[in-house]
């Protein structure tokens, strides 16, 4: 008798409007493999939690900022804990699935990332700029960014925002990770375009750089995302360490990258139910 085929609730909000990427194209085409050897229903995050306990375990994919539906979010988290179901990614994440405390931590230990501060105390840490970004801790997809002159900087930093400085970085690049083995990255040569991106071929040294912060996060299941700079000196600093919901870019990848990341998917979630069902 063959074996039970396992129930996966994959959540995404496939309506979810996003200058230059299409979240929904990208779920549509990985729930269709992902359909090849599990049970699958997709659902809106607002209904995540009322629909958790008819699975074996839960994917979040492109479910978009949780600023959106905070409260649905939380509800999901906690009634997911309290039951004992496994979600995917885990939710003990240390990067943007617990918000932006960590780029503050990661600065204040040295690791090559934008310096940020969040209190008016701590501003001298800072390099000198000819502008600042100033964004809220819990933002998302540059809800509330501004560009300020440093003179404003003292009444702005209160705690609840991160104070960066304006970098005139040459590009971005993004790593993309499954586990803890990396797959793919891509970069937009266009800093004013950052949604057009192309496949890009790292060196050793930049791939040091990303692992670093995916060993750090201690995730040892799900997809991450490691989004850098290329600063003026030519280094690397780190912008961000996606590890709840990235966005793929799969439709900027060639035919066999892509499978190639779709079995590794399969593999990860595989291990993942056996080892948490």
Not at 91 to 112: C, I, N, S, T, V
Not at 133 to 142: F, I, N, T, W, Y
Not at 143 to 158: Q, S, T, Y
Not at 245 to 251: A, K, T, V
């Amino acid at each position: 008798m063959a074996a039970a085929r396992p129930r996966l609730l994959y959540v995404t909000d496939l309506a979810y409007p996003a200058r230059g990427r299409r979240y929904g194209d990208e779920d549509v085409f990985l729930t269709s493999r992902l359909r090849e050897e599990a049970d699958l229903a997709l659902c809106h995050p607002r209904d995540a939690a009322a629909l958790l306990d008819a699975f074996d375990a839960v994917v979040v994919r492109n479910s978009g900022p949780v600023l959106a539906h905070q409260e649905a979010y939380e509800a999901f988290r906690d009634r997911a804990v309290r039951h004992g179901t496994p979600v995917y990614n885990p939710l003990h994440g240390r990067a943007d699935m617990a918000g932006k405390q960590y780029l503050l931590d990661l600065f204040a230990e040295g690791h090559p990332v934008i310096p940020t501060v969040d209190s008016a105390a701590d501003l001298h840490l800072l390099p000198e700029a000819d502008a600042y970004v100033v964004k809220p801790k819990l933002g998302a997809d540059s809800l509330g960014l501004a560009i300020v002159p440093a003179d404003r900087l003292p009444d702005l930093a209160d705690g609840r925002t991160l104070v960066q400085p304006r970098i005139d970085f040459a590009h971005e690049i993004s790593f993309y990770y499954v586990d803890h083995d990396f797959q793919y990255a891509l970069y937009a040569p266009d800093p004013e375009r950052r949604w057009e991106l192309t496949p890009y071929q790292p060196t050793v040294s930049e791939l040091e750089f990303a692992q670093g912060f995916i060993d750090w996060n201690t995730l040892d299941h799900g997809i991450q995302r490691v989004d850098a700079c290329r600063a003026p000196d030519g280094g690397l600093l780190l912008v961000e360490l996606e590890d709840l919901n990235p966005y793929l870019s799969l439709d900027a990848l060639d035919e066999p990258v892509r499978d190639a990341f779709v079995d590794a998917l399969k593999r990860s979630l595989r291990h993942f139910l056996a080892t948490t069902g």
